[in-house]
């Protein structure tokens, strides 16, 4: 049986959904028993007003293990607010890293330091690749989303 992620949650954190489990896309499990686990709805915390959401898109991976993870850290919603994090990656361990900052961030209120994307009316949340952290602002054309997704098993 395949377990779950483990993740240093902080303080102040609610869980919506986990379903992050301790797997990466590239293994050699058969697809059958795992396809399930990489879904556009992985996991959801809220932290007052700030989010943090993990998805898995990118491709169909029943069929060919194709796709990446999709991590989000806001604030707001997805209709309007402020983009901390949008990061993509194949490796479950990167966005665990990922996540555990942004929880740390967050709840020791040190994310009030950094300036995110405000997105709404303008600018979509899936406009650029973005990292507050790292002050980094890639426009989505930019990036090549297959290549990203392509399996390495």
Known sequence: MIGKKTINITEGWKEKWNHFVDLEPDNNLPIDD??????????????????????FYGGDYSVNRCGFFALYVGKGDFGQGVLYEYFISRSSEEIKIKIELYMNLISSNKIEGLEGLKYGDDIDIHDYIFS???????????????????ANV
Do not use: A, M
């Open 34 to 55: 795992i396809w399930f686990h990489f879904d556009e709805d992985i996991l959801f915390y809220t932290h007052d007003e700030y989010f943090i959401d993990l998805g």
């Open 132 to 150: 507050s952290v790292e002050d980094l602002k890639v426009p989505r054309e930019n990036v090549d989303f297959e290549k990203i997704s392509q």
